[in-house]
Nanobody
Framework: QVQLVASGGGLLQAGGSLRLSCAAS????????MGWFRQAPGKAREFVAA????????YYADSVKGRFTLYRDNAKNTVYLQMNSLKPEDTAVYYC??????????????????WGQGTQVTVSS
């Protein structure tokens, strides 16, 4: 059974940093596309970042480019989202997702087959 467990969320002030983790079990996703999305109250789920091909390629939403870094530890079957210079508008539930096979960049939720449970990030001004 495939499971994605997201962790690392929290409450912090603007300008701070957090690192989210997404640990996969049940199969490996070394070459598959994995991504992060977020959803704020009353808003649609929004793409944040994706990584594929053993971590060689990444893609970021414009809103987080230069502040967030997505990387993976293939030995641990885990991806990490390092979030720096956080802003109040980054407040949301963050979800990790994985595709069943390599698909390149996937910025739409429909491109993913597995989802984690979400972790709350709250940034105060």
């Amino acid at each position: 059974q495939v499971q994605l467990v997201a962790s690392g969320g929290g409450l912090l002030q603007a300008g701070g940093s957090l690192r989210l983790s997404c640990a996969a079990s049940g199969r490996t996703f070394t070459s598959s596309t994995m991504g992060w999305f977020r959803q704020a109250p009353g808003k649609a789920r929004e793409f944040v970042a994706a990584i594929w091909w053993r971590g060689a390629s990444t893609y970021y939403a414009d809103s987080v480019k230069g502040r967030f870094t997505l990387y993976r530890d293939n030995a641990k079957n885990t991806v990490y989202l390092q979030m720096n210079s956080l802003k109040p508008e980054d407040t949301a539930v963050y979800y990790c997702a994985a595709a069943a096979d390599p698909r390149g960049v996937q910025a739409d939720p429909s491109g993913y087959d597995y989802w984690g449970q979400g972790t709350q990030v709250t940034v105060s001004s």
